[in-house]
C-alpha cells in the first residue's frame, strides 16, 4: 500500500531526528571529556544540531513530497496526530520538571541545557515514533 | 480487569464493487478523507465519525446500517 504523506514525513522526522540525536550525544560527551563543561564552549555543538536538523529535515520533506502527494490532514491523521501529542506531553513534562529542579539545585547550566535538547529531540522521536504505530496498526 | 472491543464492520469495500467498481481515490474525494483513510476504513482499521460514515451511506444510497455494522463482543479478560 502506498503511504501518505503524513506517514512518510514521520518516518522522515524520525530518521533526521535520530540522527541529530546520537551526533549532538557523542560531541556533548567528546566535549564532556574534553573538559568542555562551560555553555560558551558549547554553543557551536547546539548551533550545529539545530543546522543540521533543519538541513536534514528539509531534505527529507523534499523527498516526501516528491514522492507522495501533500494532502491536508483529514480525521484520522488529525486524531492520530492528537493521540501522539498526548502520549508525549508527560515525557516532555518530566523533562521540564528535571530541568527546574536542577536550576533549584543549581546544577551546571550546560547540563541543563543537555537535558532540555535530550528531552524536546526524545519527545519528538517519541511522538512520530507513536504516529507511525497507529498508521501501520490502526486507531 | 474486563475490556469490550467495539467491533465495527463494513461493507464498504463490497459497495465500492458493486458501485461500478469505484476506486478508493473517487470515494476518498467524495466523503472528504484521504485514500489510506478509505483504506484503514476497509481493513477495519479505524471507525470513523459520524458524519464520514453518514457521507459514505449517502455515497452508496444505502441506509448506515447496512454499510456499517455494530457486532459486540464477549468480555475478554486482559
Redesign the interface.
Known amino acids: 500500500m502506498k503511504i501518505s504523506f503524513s506517514e512518510k514525513s514521520s518516518r522522515v522526522q524520525v530518521v533526521a531526528l535520530t540522527i541529530v540525536l546520537l551526533l549532538y550525544i557523542r560531541t556533548a560527551y567528546a566535549n564532556y571529556i574534553d573538559g568542555l563543561t562551560n555553555v560558551p564552549s558549547n554553543v557551536a555543538l547546539l548551533i550545529w544540531s539545530c543546522a543540521a536538523l533543519t538541513i536534514l529535515l528539509i531534505v527529507g520533506f523534499i523527498y516526501a513530497a516528491a514522492t507522495a502527494k501533500p494532502e491536508t490532514l483529514d480525521e484520522r491523521d488529525k486524531l492520530i496526530h492528537y493521540r501522539a501529542k498526548a502520549a508525549t506531553s508527560c515525557l516532555y513534562g518530566t523533562g521540564c520538571m528535571l530541568s527546574i529542579l536542577g536550576l533549584a539545585l543549581t546544577v551546571n547550566p550546560l547540563f541543563i541545557i543537555h537535558l532540555l535538547m535530550v528531552t524536546l529531540f526524545l519527545t519528538s522521536i517519541v511522538g512520530e515514533g507513536m504516529k507511525l504505530y497507529y498508521y501501520k496498526r490502526g486507531i | 480487569m474486563a475490556k469490550n472491543k467495539p467491533n465495527i464492520k463494513n461493507k464498504v469495500k463490497l459497495l465500492r464493487f458493486l458501485a461500478n467498481e469505484m476506486t478508493q481515490q473517487d470515494l476518498a474525494e467524495r466523503i472528504?478523507?484521504?485514500?489510506?483513510?478509505v483504506?484503514?476504513i476497509e481493513?477495519?482499521?479505524?471507525s470513523?465519525?459520524l458524519e464520514?460514515a453518514f457521507k459514505i451511506a449517502h455515497v452508496f444510497q444505502q441506509p448506515l446500517e447496512e454499510v456499517f455494522q455494530y457486532q459486540p463482543e464477549a468480555e475478554q479478560p486482559t
Open positions: 472528504g478523507v484521504t485514500r489510506q483513510t483504506n484503514a481493513a477495519n482499521k479505524y470513523p465519525s464520514v
